[in-house]
């Protein structure tokens, strides 16, 4: 399995630098606020100053929560599957994937993500399974051995978020809308979402399996993200 990571002593001076980054922001909203009343207490400007504190303030704020979030932690991150078969859900996994993400919660517009499937590592919930899977009227892994989604835009709806891009499976590619949610905590983001395919339109499955298995299958993923390098 590959992802896109650093060392683990790269992650905690990472998360130093986030420590220390709020250091400065502290003492950088200190020194403005005291500034800003050294100028407004030498000027006969009441407005004019009070204009420029605010100002002031909001440009400090605003580099203080700029954090763009990437630095993937595989032990706590997934990509998953829900298909349906007779009726009754199965769940199943990918083991290894590559994901490429850059997210910041205030500037979604900026984000850009790439995840990359390694359709050999799939578990569809049993040996048999697994071994239909592979085969060529399902995922031919032989042929195709991995799976690609990447974006093309990102959007804030409400409190929650979109991705717009494309997936590519089997060699197929059709575009996506991926909702999803963002929870920060401890200077982690945790992006989690869920979005249905459509097999017949990836080639997925031959016509004998329809009435066995369903033609809608969910893909979930949870990615837990820490703040990338500057």
Sequence with gaps: MQFWLKSRKEASRRNDDVTD???????SMVFAW????????????EMPMKIF???AMTMVSAACH?????QIHPEKSNITFISRQMGVPIEGKFGKYNAHIAFDP?????????????????????????????TKGWFDIEQFRTAKFESSGFKARGGSYEAEGKMTIKGV???VMVPFTVKLEN?????????????????????????????EVKLLFRFNLGPLGK
């Design 53 to 55: 504190f605010a100002v």
């Design 173 to 175: 590619t059709q575009p």
């Design 106 to 134: 205030d500037h979604p517009e900026a984000a850009r993500a790439q995840v990359e499937i390694e359709m050999a590592s799939i578990d569809a919930g049993n040996p048999d399974s697994n071994d239909e899977v592979r």
């Design 187 to 215: 200077n982690v983001a945790i992006l989690e979402g869920l979005f249905p395919i459509s097999r017949k339109q990836y080639g997925i499955g031959t016509t004998d399996w329809l009435e066995v298995v369903g033609d």
């Design 34 to 45: 005291f500034y800003a009343e050294l100028v407004i207490k030498r000027s006969t400007g």
């Design 66 to 70: 700029a954090v763009e979030f990437g």
């Design 21 to 27: 980054d709020a250091g400065w922001c502290g003492v």
